[in-house]
């Protein structure tokens, strides 16, 4: 049955193509949502920039027909702005706001008040904002989240896989140097821990070719270091072996809290740019997201202000500095920093921007939506080496959670890719505190 969807402002920030995902059903955008955007398009940041990408998509359509009217979509739903209709809801729920607004206009619609309705299709209210789903449904309105770009976590790609094979064919990986896999069940780059099925203790690790040849091949690097940096695990071990290795355009390494994602990162990066000038510079660049309540404005330069975001990056550089110059570590630290082979920014300041050639980190991409994330991206420039690392389940913006945000939608979308390679993250590594709040808190 054909639907009508109401679409909150957020559904529109958090995708700017979302117009285009509700199949041959009609929208409706009541103006109220048309007034915040208005608000929003001078901002500088990333929801100014949707803002105004939104405002030109819908202006765009307007020579496709009147917006008051209803405008035809490709898929052969319609496309209606809507005015603010006489409020019909209960006094309990003020009318200057502008959720009550929409929800305003979809409780009419479901009264069957709206006049371009021509039969009874279910009205739905679609939001991020969990508040107003729930003042919707005391409406007795039917509401949902914006699900197009949602990832089931629990069956998340890891990147690693167990094989029990016969101890003749562990024998046989460990001389012929490869062993046939099945390309159906497992990936490019991925990594497989290979048990015997006889019960006895042979086992080997390999990773899958990304050349063609769906095969498994031993590890290239057998003992990788990196700044100083040797893993502690094998999730670790297998992580160095993807950001060593320049066949791959890009990584993602998800993990929680102290698993060391971040410093391993940090290390193989000065290794690749510092020491062996693979990448002309290493860029680390953060959402710049509060925990917390916000301390307001900063002041000083740029750089001077992305301090207080970058705590994580510059702990991290300090720590890897120290082990190398035990006696001037955070000499050391500064002198990366002023050489100019390390920059530091913000996702805000990417937009634009060209990068051949560098070695790029975005850290803690759990707080960019799928769009920022494709934004990111869109900056790699030719011999352009991008790592993603974060945790999903450590989220501060209001309208992301651990299936919609663009780390875990841009694990899922590149598994498979000969270009990626990807590794979770389970064990804590940082401190043994760490690694009970990890799991306990």
């Given at each position: 049955?054909?639907?009508?969807?109401?679409l909150d402002t957020n559904v529109l920030l958090h995708d700017v193509n979302c117009l285009h995902a509700f199949e041959d059903n009609d929208i409706i955008i009541p103006m109220a949502v048309i007034e915040e955007l208005d608000a929003f398009k001078s901002e500088g940041d990333t929801r100014g920039k949707n803002a105004r990408m939104v405002s030109r998509t819908l202006d765009e359509m307007r020579s496709h027909g009147r917006l008051n009217e209803g405008v035809k979509l490709d898929k052969g739903g319609i496309l209606k702005i809507e005015l603010d209709k006489p409020n019909i809801l209960p006094q309990s729920l003020a009318f200057n706001k502008a959720d009550n607004s929409i929800l305003n206009i979809a409780y009419t619609l479901s009264k069957k008040e709206g006049s371009y309705r021509k039969n009874a299709a279910p009205v739905i209210v679609v939001t991020k904002d969990i508040n107003m789903r729930l003042k919707a449904e005391a409406l007795g309105?039917?509401?949902q989240d914006y699900t197009s770009d949602k990832v089931n976590v629990d069956e998340l790609y890891t990147g690693v896989a167990e094989l029990?094979?016969?101890a003749e064919q562990i024998d046989a990986f460990y001389r012929d140097k490869k062993l046939p896999v099945d390309p159906a069940v497992y990936y490019p780059n991925e990594f497989i821990i290979l048990k015997s099925s006889d019960g006895s203790k042979k086992s080997a690790?390999?990773?899958v070719a990304n050349s063609g040849e769906f095969v498994l091949r031993p590890l290239s690097v057998q003992e990788p270091t990196a700044w100083g940096i040797k893993p502690l695990n094998k999730e670790q071990r297998f992580a160095m072996e993807?950001?060593?290795d320049d066949s791959l355009d890009i990584v993602t390494l998800v993990g929680t809290a102290g698993t060391g994602k971040t410093l391993i990162t940090l290390a193989t990066g000065l290794q690749r740019t510092m020491d062996e000038n693979a990448y002309r510079r290493l860029v680390v660049c953060r959402s710049i997201v509060p925990v917390g309540k916000d301390?307001?404005?900063?002041?000083?330069t740029k750089e001077e202000k992305l301090e207080a975001w970058m705590g994580a990056i510059y702990d991290n550089l300090a720590f890897l500095a120290d082990r190398r110059n035990p006696d001037e570590g955070e000499e050391k630290a500064h002198y990366l920093l002023d050489s100019g082979k390390i920059e530091i920014a913000s996702v805000t300041h990417m937009r634009g921007r060209s990068l051949p050639g560098q070695y790029m980190i975005v850290d803690d991409a759990q707080n960019?939506?799928?769009h920022e994330m494709k934004t990111i991206l869109?900056?790699?420039g030719e011999g352009t080496k991008v790592v993603v690392t974060g945790d999903p389940y450590q989220i501060d913006t209001p309208y992301l959670d651990v299936e919609s945000n663009g780390l875990t939608y841009l694990v899922d979308r590149l598994k498979g890719q000969k270009s990626h390679g990807h590794i979770t993250f389970t064990k804590t590594e940082r401190s043994h505190l760490a690694d009970l709040a990890s799991k306990l808190l």
């Open positions: 049955m054909k639907k009508t969807f109401i309105l039917a509401s029990e094979v016969s690790i390999g990773r993807l950001l060593l301390i307001g404005f900063l002041p000083g960019l939506t799928p869109t900056r790699a």
